[in-house]
């Protein structure tokens, strides 16, 4: 079992949707969470993190579901220039990052 | 630009050749993590540093594969006898361990490829 997994997407979704990921982790000694973006052919970069109480930026809310061992991320109000793929961290103790496979969202016009 | 810099930036190579790829990351950051990703896959670990001391290495770093950072700034990671597999974007990552904003910053990468 992979130590971080994520929904297989793709996600097609018009604007203005609202579209929600699942992540899911192995290891119940993590301690970090975060949303990752990236671009086609460009470096991941931080979307957010995600705080035990759940945390919003915008358009965009992370929750984290320590007992079922699952984060996810909900995307409000969807824009064409949210089309990337979401990769979902986790880290452990020691601050080493695991990676999800990454949920390639397209939103379309 | 994230301030981590990756070279080559695309590299081509014979198989049984040896490569060697450079990351340079951001000055004051203290941790260093090179990741390996394929085409629909998310980065996968491959080791990451503390300084100059190597802390961990993933069972999918063969005996064909080392990393250094000698200086604990920039860090090498080399494939020795190159095979088709280890076709793949070779991704660094650079944060300040210790603080409370972790944000890992990463390189543009260095694809590879093996023919």
């Known amino acids: 079992r992979k130590e971080v997994e994520q929904d297989p997407g793709p996600f097609n979704v018009p604007e203005g949707a609202t579209v929600a990921f699942n992540c899911t982790y192995s290891?119940?000694?993590?301690?970090?969470f975060f949303w990752y973006r990236q671009d086609c052919r460009k470096e991941p970069k931080l979307l957010m993190s995600?705080?035990?109480s759940g945390n919003e930026d915008g358009r965009f809310t992370a929750q984290l579901n320590r007992a079922s061992q699952y984060i996810s991320l909900l995307i409000r109000d969807s824009k064409l220039s949210d089309s990337a793929t979401y990769l979902c961290?986790?880290?452990?103790?020691?601050?080493?990052?695991?990676f999800g496979a990454g949920t390639r969202l397209t939103v379309k016009p | 630009d994230t301030g981590v810099s990756q070279n080559p930036r695309h590299k081509i190579t014979k198989r049984g050749q040896n490569v060697t790829f450079r990351c340079d990351p951001i000055?004051?950051?203290?941790?260093l993590y090179w990741y390996r990703q394929t085409l629909g896959q998310g980065p996968e670990f491959l080791t990451y540093?503390?300084?100059?001391?190597?802390?961990?290495k993933s069972r999918l770093l063969s005996d064909r594969f080392s990393a250094e950072r000698p200086k604990g700034s920039f860090s090498t990671l080399e494939i020795q006898r190159t095979e088709q597999g280890d076709s793949a974007m070779y991704l660094c990552?650079?944060?300040?361990?210790?603080?409370?904003?972790?944000?890992?910053?990463f390189g543009q990468g260095t694809r590879l490829t093996v023919v």
């Open positions: 995600v705080y035990s």
């Open positions: 290891n119940s000694a993590s301690q970090s």
């Open positions: 990552a650079s944060i300040l361990y210790g603080t409370v904003n972790t944000e890992a910053f």
């Open positions: 000055s004051e950051h203290n941790r």
């Open positions: 540093f503390q300084n100059e001391a190597q802390l961990e």
């Open positions: 961290v986790v880290t452990h103790n020691n601050n080493d990052m695991r």
